[in-house]
């Protein structure tokens, strides 16, 4: 059974900055598409970043040098380092496993599994 579960959410001032982790079971790490989304209250669900098996990583442009997307395959674990945070990135955080397997493409209707997700606040 897969299983994917974010920790790493909180509260930060502004500029300040989060690393968010997920941690993943029931499934081969190191040959999927990655992703990390977020949606905030209202809105719809954003790709934020993603990591193909290769280790080739995208971005939404609002995120391009402040978040990195890393991934450990001998640990099954995800990560997102979110630096220099403003009140625009405050959501809800999820990762996802893409269900084509090693290259990322497409929206969130591409991404099979997911984890619960994990809430990230800057107030500014």
């Known amino acids: 059974q897969v299983q994917l579960m974010e920790s790493g959410g909180g509260s930060v001032a502004a500029g300040g900055s989060l690393t968010l982790t997920c941690a993943a079971s029931?499934?081969?790490?190191?040959?999927?598409?990655l992703g990390w989304f977020r949606q905030a209250a209202g809105k719809g669900r954003e790709k934020v970043a993603t990591?193909?098996?290769?280790?080739?990583?995208s971005y939404v442009d609002s995120v391009k040098g402040r978040f990195t997307i890393s991934k450990d395959n001998a640990k099954n674990t995800l990560y997102l380092q979110m630096n220099s945070l403003t009140p625009e990135d405050t959501a809800m955080y999820y990762c996802?496993?893409?269900?084509?397997?090693?290259?990322?493409?497409?929206?969130?209707?591409?991404?099979?599994?997911w984890g619960q997700g994990t809430q990230v606040t800057a107030s500014s």
């Open positions: 996802a496993a893409h269900s084509g397997g090693s290259y990322c493409y497409g929206g969130p209707t591409n991404f099979r599994h």
């Open positions: 029931g499934f081969t790490y190191s040959t999927y598409c």
């Open positions: 990591i193909q098996g290769d280790g080739f990583a």
